[in-house]
């Protein structure tokens, strides 16, 4: 795993100090895309395979492999743009595993109580619950633990939408696979949709939203409410868009549009960081360059 850890809290770094420029290999950097099509193509494979051998035992396999495919290639893309979380694996495995978990039952229990008391609030109200509850750990960690690295916020945001995602894919999939009575191949496309689409959204969304909460952070920002008020508006939306629709055409355009802001606020974030890291590393060498013009100058000898 690219992130080292050495404690489950590591101490912050000292104020003003940046991390040095990582270095990332072509390899590195399109790691990505090998991911990406390692996962898309076996996902393939294991559901045909099950199809048409009609072995259940599968079903388990696919649901994982098409739940953490595209999660891990989003985070695998942001480490390759230059994105560094230094030694925080371990706020990183939280947020996947207990945001999952509580992301999944708080969503349950919020979305029975509000749609059974006002029906007609429909899926933006689902919108807001499920896009509330998946913030909880990350903001936990933010407020309480207080890790504001730039670059931690958009990946801790990944991770949770990631284990909220893969909960509700295995639960939305075994639900599809007890009403069709046990049919896989009537579950072929609620598979392919869920499995592939579903996920990349969730960490989008999150991982969008978690980016403008992180910019609290840092005291340079400006607009900071406004950006993540907007943030959440628009994953909102779109969340809302997605559970609105039964259009493929709809749910493709939705995730295609969710990923792409997503890539476009962690390159933002990239070369903010670069930008930080200019501005205190141009004066320390501009300083340094003057050579002893800063000293005492030694009076001459008489």
């Known amino acids: ?99 999952g978990v509580i992301g999944v039952i708080s969503a349950g229990q919020l979305e029975y109580s509000t749609l059974r008391a006002m029906p007609g609030l429909g899926m933006v109200a689902v919108a807001v619950i499920e896009e509330s509850v998946k913030m909880i750990v990350p903001l936990v960690i933010f407020l309480v633990v207080g890790r504001r690295t730039p670059g931690l916020g958009v990946v801790l945001g990944i991770a949770s939408g990631a284990g909220f995602a893969v909960l509700e894919t295995m639960g939305y999939g075994f639900t599809a696979l007890l009403t069709s009575q046990g049919d896989l191949a009537a579950v072929d496309n609620t598979l392919m949709l869920r499995a592939l689409l579903s996920p990349s959204n969730h960490v989008a969304w999150t991982g969008t939203v978690c980016a403008a909460l992180w910019r609290f952070g840092e005291p340079a920002r400006k607009g900071k409410v406004l950006v993540l008020l907007g943030a959440f508006a628009v994953a909102v939306a779109l969340h809302a868009t ?15 549009a969710s990923l792409g802001i997503l890539i476009g606020t962690v390159v933002a974030g990239v070369i903010a960081s670069r930008r930080a890291r200019r501005n205190v590393v141009a004066p320390a060498r501009s300083t340094g360059c003057r050579g002893g013009a800063d000293r005492p100058r030694r009076r001459p000898a008489r």
């Not at 080292?4 to 072509?26: D, I, K, N, Q, Y």
């Not at 997605?242 to 709809?250: A, F, G, M, P, Y």
């Open 242 to 256: 997605w559970d609105s629709s039964n259009s493929l055409i709809v749910h493709v355009a939705v995730a295609m």
């Open 1 to 99: 795993m690219f992130w080292t850890e050495t404690s489950l809290w590591p101490e912050p770094a000292p104020p003003g100090a940046l991390p040095a420029e990582p270095h990332r290999s072509w390899l590195v950097r399109l790691a990505w895309l090998g991911t990406l099509a390692f996962g898309v193509a076996t996902y393939v494979i294991v559901l045909r395979t099950m199809v048409e051998t009609q072995n259940p035992n599968l079903f388990p396999t696919l649901l994982f492999i098409g739940a953490i495919t595209v999660p891990c290639s989003i985070l695998l893309l942001a480490y390759g743009l230059g994105h560094r979380v230094g030694q925080h694996g371990a706020l990183v495995a939280v947020a996947a595993v207990v945001g």
